[in-house]
């Protein structure tokens, strides 16, 4: 199960961390991924990162997202800098917990749990 949550309504420019814990399994195999959805959009990739810690972002990212996780704490993070208006979007997590398949990461069927997302809103 996931739990993500974080989310909030921010201004344009601003930052914010979006978080996701696991419960069950062997989190330090799972790779994570966070993907979005905006309203009337398909929802899209946006990073993941795989069970020894290597990382992908969707090309939109820019370099102003970074992931990491946390194996003690069972968690994944999304710390999103220089916000946009149309990052505005749900946020889900996502999870493999066969983390050592290897898999494209960026696609949703490459993930086989999913949270119930957290909502962020940019404004401008």
């Known amino acids: 199960q996931l739990q993500a949550c974080g989310g909030g309504l921010v201004q344009a420019g601003d930052s914010l961390r979006i978080s996701c814990a696991a419960s069950g399994g062997t989190f330090r195999n799972f790779a994570m991924g966070w993907f979005r959805q905006a309203p009337g959009k398909e929802r899209e990739f946006v990073a993941a990162i795989s069970w020894i810690n290597s990382k992908y972002y969707g090309d939109f990212v820019e370099d102003r997202f970074t992931i990491s996780r946390d194996n003690a704490k069972k968690s994944v993070y999304l710390q999103m800098n220089m916000l946009k208006p149309e990052d505005t979007a749900v946020y889900y997590c996502?999870?493999?917990?066969?983390?050592?398949?290897?898999?494209?990461?960026?696609?949703?069927?490459?993930?086989?749990?999913w949270g119930q997302g957290t909502q962020v809103t940019v404004s401008s």
């Open positions: 996502a999870a493999d917990p066969n983390g050592w398949q290897p898999k494209n990461r960026r696609t949703m069927g490459d993930y086989v749990l």
